[in-house]
């Protein structure tokens, strides 16, 4: 028999929904405040206008949103209000942590294309796991906050939700989680109001301004679109335009003549000349680097990044696809499959070049054990063939990577091609790392004004930078012994993280630091004649197949033409941009090589036809 309902269970039912809908309304509140806090508008204008009060809450609300409806989420599984609380902070804390970090080094928060390093974080990645350990994320406050979670899923009361309303918020909670994610009307509307500034091209500005997940969110929705199709036809009128280009077939691939010189790339991991900074003399820094320089062919060298992003120089080197043209391509070898893309040691390759590539570090980080393998590299060295190698710092010592490179070219008979990846000069630069000489440590001076953890880091770093430059020296010596000519192509990724100390001290061109260059040097056994140029990083493959006489490869052929018209420096623009751009484009949609090898009008071109048409040769001479 029922039991009928008495005033008493209707109290009861009417205060368990006052007290739930009072939870929820503190929580949105408190949301709204908690987004503030976390996205803090920037001191006076800044680079957005001033907010009224109802302004400021929903900035605040729109930032804390995605974690609010993780918390509801959470809280209809769990009915713990201080556990859902932890469990939706936690992702919201790690987020605001991770960009600050970013923002610290590179001077650049946290964007989209960053959550694709994820998996080498829980990987264990040694590189990524010494920054976490920057923000004092360790094992003791790891186990700590896996501790309180169990303490509250443990002890906390349940609230009186009935199974109805759960299941009604975890629905709608999920819904808005989804939706929020892919983008679907009213959000993209409601995170562009008027008064909220985005630009996507200024990632610090947008996030000072609507707030880091905001920004997230809009980056995501905005940039994550597919880019626009190739124009292949403007690209076809271009080619047409460039002179009388006699259609042939495609350069047949073979073995490579018997005077095919060995090419060695040396990525240098943070090298720029610290003498740009006022205050410091890079002579007995660099002897090595500059003493080359004055005898061979050497520049300045303008890189996709700056402080971080190694990845971005090294695709440019190895492709000669120039990232400007792809704003949205910031991590390519996790972003990109390299098949059937023709790249530098695919080139070499097929020339009867052995190709071998050395990074002695995770080959699963940054995806290059697949991305050199798809590249046309026969062989990897990576951090597993140095487990027994001296270390400086945290990390394997160039010396190491020179004994590997010498090795590798006295295996077989024909020419070699080595693109070696340093790792010693890596960050972060703190004052703790091991595996240092410290009175070499101490012999390193700095400019006096500095901070003490901005002189610790800088002698750090300058310690290392010494370390590299003999390194250098060393490998130059011993190629210059060898019987076959060997071209040696070394050069700065990017310039470290070294946050402040570049504001404190100050370029002496007066230009901030994501305008500076890093320094290249090209050492010819073969001596030509010295030469100062500077280059791109996407202009590198075609200028060193180029001195090493291959001239016939399609897009290459042309980059040099290019390149021999364009003006390089601080924000330079390449020649022929608005086509350049489209070719690049072509490329990364496989596209470009259709113009060489079919049919006229769009027809088979003698690439070294193309690459004649820039007026010099290789070597800088008048043709």
């Known amino acids: 028999m029922e039991r009928r309902r008495t005033a008493g269970d209707w109290g009861g039912k009417a205060a368990g929904a006052l007290w739930s809908g009072l939870g929820l309304l503190l929580l949105v509140a408190g949301a709204g405040g908690l987004g503030q806090w976390a996205n803090p508008l920037p001191a006076a204008a800044g680079a957005v206008a001033p907010l009224d009060g109802t302004q400021v809450f929903v900035r605040g609300l729109l930032n804390a949103l995605p974690s609010l409806l993780l918390c509801l989420l959470t809280l209809a599984l769990t ?33 989209p294309a960053d959550f694709t390093l994820l998996p080498q974080l829980l990987r264990g990645s040694e590189v990524l796991w010494h920054y976490a350990g920057e923000l004092g994320v360790g094992p003791l406050a790891l186990g700590g906050g896996l501790l309180g979670l169990l303490l509250l899923a443990r002890f906390e009361p349940r609230l009186p939700l009935r199974n109805t309303a759960r299941l009604g918020l975890g629905a709608t909670a999920l819904l808005g989680l989804a939706s929020l994610g892919a983008g679907l009307a009213p959000w993209p509307q409601l995170y562009a109001p008027d008064w909220l500034d985005f630009w996507p091209w200024e990632p610090r500005r947008s996030v000072e301004s609507a707030g880091l997940e905001a920004s997230l969110l809009r980056y995501h929705w905005q940039l994550g679109l597919r880019p626009a199709a190739a124009d292949a036809a403007r690209v076809s009128a271009f080619l047409h335009g460039q002179g009388a280009l006699p259609p042939v077939a495609e350069p047949a691939p073979g073995a490579a003549p018997a005077d095919a010189p060995d090419i060695i790339v040396v990525q240098s991991e943070s090298l720029f000349d610290p003498g740009r900074l006022r205050g410091i003399d890079s002579s007995a820094l660099l002897p090595a680097l500059h003493r080359l320089a004055a005898g061979g062919h050497a520049g300045d060298l303008w890189v996709p990044t700056f402080g971080g992003g190694t990845v971005r120089t090294e695709f440019e080197v190895l492709t000669g696809i120039a990232l400007r043209y792809v704003p949205n391509l910031d991590y ?20 009867g070049y052995a190709t071998l590539a050395i990074h002695p570090n995770d080959g699963s980080f940054w995806n290059r054990t697949a991305t050199f393998r798809a590249m046309g590299f026969e062989r990897f060295l990576d951090g597993s063939a140095f487990a027994t190698a001296q270390r400086r710092g945290y990390y394997v010592a160039d010396e190491e990577l020179n004994a590997r490179i010498l090795a590798a070219l006295d ?57 590299a430059d003999a390194a250098l020296g060393e490998l130059a010596r011993a190629l210059q012994a060898r019987p076959r000519r060997s071209l040696l192509f070394f050069y700065g990724d990017h310039l470290p993280g070294l946050g402040t100390l570049y504001e404190r001290l100050g370029f002496r061109d007066g230009l901030p ?28 493959p075609g200028w060193l197949l180029a001195r090493a006489g291959i001239r016939d490869e399609p897009y290459f052929a042309l ?65």
């Open 79 to 111: 009915r713990r209000t201080l556990l859902s609380l932890a469990l939706a902070g936690l992702p919201m804390a790690a987020l605001h942590g991770a960009s600050a970090l970013k923002l610290d080094v590179l001077d650049v928060p946290l964007i």
């Open 332 to 351: 390519p070898y996790l972003q990109l499959s390299e098949s059937g893309r023709r790249s530098l040691p695919q080139v070499l390759r097929s020339r």
């Open 411 to 467: 295996e077989g008979s024909g020419p070699h091609f080595v693109f070696a990846v340093s790792i010693e000069n890596h960050g972060p630069y703190g004052a703790d790392q091991p595996n240092l000489d410290a009175h070499e440590l101490a012999s390193i001076d700095v400019p006096a004004g500095l901070a003490p953890e901005e002189a610790a880091a800088l002698r750090v770093y300058l310690l290392h930078l010494r370390h």
């Open 513 to 540: 630091a994501g305008q500076q260059p890093v320094p290249y040097v090209l050492v010819d056994s073969a001596a030509p004649p010295p030469r100062r140029q500077d280059l791109g990083t996407n202009f590198v």
């Open 559 to 623: 980059a040099q033409l290019v390149r021999r018209a364009t003006r390089f420096g601080p924000g330079y623009t390449p020649a022929y941009d608005a086509e350049f751009a489209e070719i690049n484009r072509l490329r990364l949609q496989q596209g470009f090589c259709t113009l060489f090898v079919r049919e006229p009008p769009t027809a088979g071109y003698r690439c070294d036809a193309v690459a004649s048409l820039a007026g010099e040769r290789d070597d800088g001479t008048p043709r």
